[in-house]
């Protein structure tokens, strides 16, 4: 399948960047170091509300600079940092509209399910073991509604608009109007959800959640305090590893989609004008 050998050509050419690696860590280093330095602040004094207000600005803005490093990398295989920085005011504003769409559908979703809730059984301890419980469908088809969407759908349209933006003026991604710029809307997210872009998400997914998860949360009895650390140690080391190569090289491939998909869109045939008549 097209979509396989592309996901990994790109892992692979990922694989033999070291330098684009090495750069790709120091940007997911600096938004984890951050991440723990927000954790740790307390709101007591005016220095410590000042240093959680700089903290919310930073952790947006470097997350947004990784974005823009990876994709503006993969469209041009090098790293412009003018343009990376002027990319990361594009992501983040584009990305609001994603967020506020995120946060109805999540409300929406809350105040329908209080409709639908499982009924309350009271606790108790009989003497046998009790029954298995019959499956609450509503509940059931929430959960899976709130997978596909803030899972699939929502983060898919997100990375599809910063594909959009990124390279490009402001002018370049607005201009032509309001039915224009509907138009080109229409064209991004049809790309999103085509099915190759669904599977290099999907084939991603396996790579920056699933295994991370494994590596994390699967029980593993060890002998000894050193040995339990050094295995602590390891996971940790996992995680980060297949989270940060898993996300560069999903990011990736999904723009190398994106753009071979727009490239090979057939452009609108021009009907030929009739041959002129032959003068008498």
Known sequence: MIA??????TTRSILTSPRALAIF???YILLLVSLYQFSRVREATIWQVAATLFFLVLIPAEFFALQSAILNRARAGKFPWPQILRDTLKLALVTIPILLLAWALWALLNKWQLRHLAPQTPITFPA???RLQ?????TLIFATVRGLLFGVLLPLAAIHLWIEVVGRTV???TGGGGRALVKRLGNVFSRAFTSDSVLIYALGLILFVAVPY??????FTAKGTKTDFAILIARLLLVFLFTLIGWVVTLTALSRNAEETSVAEPAKAIPEAPPAEAAA
């Open 128 to 130: 046998t073991a009790p």
């Open 214 to 219: 494994a590596a994390l949360f699967i029980p």
């Open 4 to 9: 396989l050998k592309r996901f990994l050509a």
């Open 171 to 173: 002018r370049e991604a």
């Open 25 to 27: 860590a120091g940007l």
């Open 134 to 138: 019959p499956i609450h469908w509503p």
